[in-house]
């Protein structure tokens, strides 16, 4: 069935970018001007006030949110040898980071209720090749930060941020991505704050961290073609620092906009039984990337969503401990809540340019999905 004309998408970043056009071509002009294509004014401007933002002391660009997670890994010394403690349930970039510095990923389960890492099973997987602990704060909901750094003191270990996903959000009431040793971002440009491409970003209040992301972050560069270490070439470009330097302003306002379209999702979903959305943290404020329902008749859902044009999105249909890309760390451990997590979660449209019509209508399509 072709579904409607009207249509209410998953994300429509041609909304976002009409917002900041004219903005964003002025900025355009004097780069072209300075011909000032990768780094310069733009990029240092967006670290300073993205550091600003979260309150965190350094902010270092990056090519992608990957990047940061495999950079900042780097910098604290993880490679061959050391375990890091993963969520199963997250983007694969997550694990993947810790797979490309060399380093084994542990994958825990995560916490039934919040869908983010279950500390308490985490702490059943440390071992004494255990380094650290990558926390991802899940859609935009922060994880249990006061636990991991409890856990993370009490063993020893480094606590990441992967906050990907969680520009704005904030863990009693204090922004994320200064609590632990080093927060990673990606501007990919479905993200609360994107980009026009790919982007990402290290926070940290440890300077020397950040001087040693950026050095790897240009090939370990210590003068003019000398180089201390082997590092790589992950630069932000101009354009996308221009591209963020125009939203960042626009933020604050925008998650506001996320949390009210939340809102009103959850009064529909008070009458649909089996739909149920994931619960707010009770010592935070999301960042609301991501608006999740469990549903166990999740596939009908969807369908029946598309059947009214109404886009959503599984995210995650697999968890990470069963990626084929992980199959030689041997017989994947059972991680229940991951699992069912897999089988069950739906993302609903969720963007702040989303109308009241187009809300109200994904609203109706819920409550007809009750029947
Ligand atoms: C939780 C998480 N970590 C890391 C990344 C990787 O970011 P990028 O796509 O910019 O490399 C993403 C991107 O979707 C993500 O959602």
Not at 61 to 72: I, R
Not at 337 to 362: G, H, I
């Amino acid at each position: 069935m072709t579904p409607p004309v009207t249509a209410v998408p998953m994300f429509d970043l041609g909304r976002a970018a009409r917002r900041i056009d004219e903005e964003l071509r002025r900025r355009w002009d004097r780069l072209l001007e300075q011909t000032a294509f990768v780094g310069g004014d733009e990029v240092s401007e967006f670290e300073r006030a993205f550091a600003d933002s979260q309150t965190v002391e350094s902010c270092v660009a990056v090519a992608n949110g990957t990047d940061a997670l495999t950079l900042a890994l780097r910098a604290l010394g993880v490679g061959p040898g050391d375990e890091v403690i993963v969520p199963a349930f997250s983007f694969i970039a997550t694990a993947e980071a810790v797979s490309l510095v060399g380093a084994t990923p542990v994958f825990a389960d995560v916490d039934f209720e919040s869908l983010n890492l279950d500390l308490k099973d985490a702490a059943s997987k440390l071992s004494s090749r255990s380094v650290g602990i990558i926390g991802v704060h899940l859609y935009g909901s922060p994880f249990d930060i006061d636990e991991a750094l409890s856990l993370c003191r009490e063993r020893g270990l480094w606590l990441v941020e992967d906050a990907a996903q969680a520009h704005g959000a904030q863990w009693r009431g204090r922004a994320v991505g200064g609590f632990g040793r080093m927060a990673t971002w990606s501007f990919y440009p479905s993200k609360n704050l994107g980009c026009f491409g790919d982007g990402g970003a290290v926070t940290t209040n440890e300077p020397e961290l950040a001087e040693r992301v950026r050095r790897l972050a240009n090939h370990g560069v210590t003068g003019r073609y000398h180089h201390a270490v082997v590092g790589t070439n992950s630069r932000l470009d101009a354009l996308q620092a221009a591209v963020l330097n125009c939203r960042l302003p626009r933020l604050a306002a925008d998650n506001a906009r996320r949390g009210r379209i939340a809102e009103r999702y959850r009064r529909y979903l008070a009458e649909v039984p089996e739909v149920v959305a994931l619960p707010e943290g009770q010592n935070s404020v999301s960042a609301w990337h991501q608006f999740t329902v469990l549903s166990p008749r999740r596939d009908a859902l969807q369908a029946f969503l598309a059947q009214r044009g109404i886009g959503s999105a599984t995210h995650y249909p697999e968890p990470l401990h069963r990626q084929p890309a992980f199959a030689d760390l041997g017989e994947p451990p059972l991680l229940p809540v991951a699992e069912r997590a897999a089988a069950e979660v739906l993302c609903l449209p969720m963007f702040a340019e989303l109308t009241d019509p187009e809300v109200e209508r994904v609203g109706q399509a819920l409550l007809a999905f009750a029947g």
